[in-house]
């Protein structure tokens, strides 16, 4: 998902130089947006792992230091996506902040 989020960013930047955004070309302007959807679905295909944690108190083989490590990973992509004025980074990685903080919180009482 990260080089889908990379993609979009860097369309805008090779635009900035001169190339027309939206793109004339049909699959690059198809890869603009569909990103948002992308963005969108990858923390949606968390939730099974937020509801076994959450519903069936299960945490096992879960580490909370790889959860917890990956919200600080999404909160330095989240900096990055404001500082960019990106929204499909700023939507996605609000979205895996809030995804990851609810699996962490499980393990860290259910685990």
């Not at 963005?39 to 939730?47: A, R, S």
């Not at 879960?62 to 500082?83: C, D, E, K, R």
């Not at 903080?101 to 259910?110: E, K, N, Q, R």
Request: glycine share 8%.
């Amino acid at each position: 998902m990260n080089g889908a989020l990379h993609h979009y960013h860097l369309r805008k930047r090779v635009c900035k130089m001169g190339e027309q955004l939206p793109s004339p070309d049909k699959w690059k302007r198809f890869l603009d947006e569909a990103i948002y959807v992308v963005g969108i679905l990858g923390p949606v295909m968390t939730l099974p792992q937020v509801f076994k944690v959450w519903f069936e108190h299960n945490a096992s083989g879960l580490a909370p230091v790889s959860w917890g490590s990956y919200i600080l990973f999404n909160i330095f992509w989240l900096a990055y996506g404001i500082t960019h004025k990106e929204k499909p980074i700023i939507i996605t990685y609000t979205l895996w902040i809030l995804i990851n903080t609810f699996v962490f919180i499980g393990i860290l009482l259910f685990g």
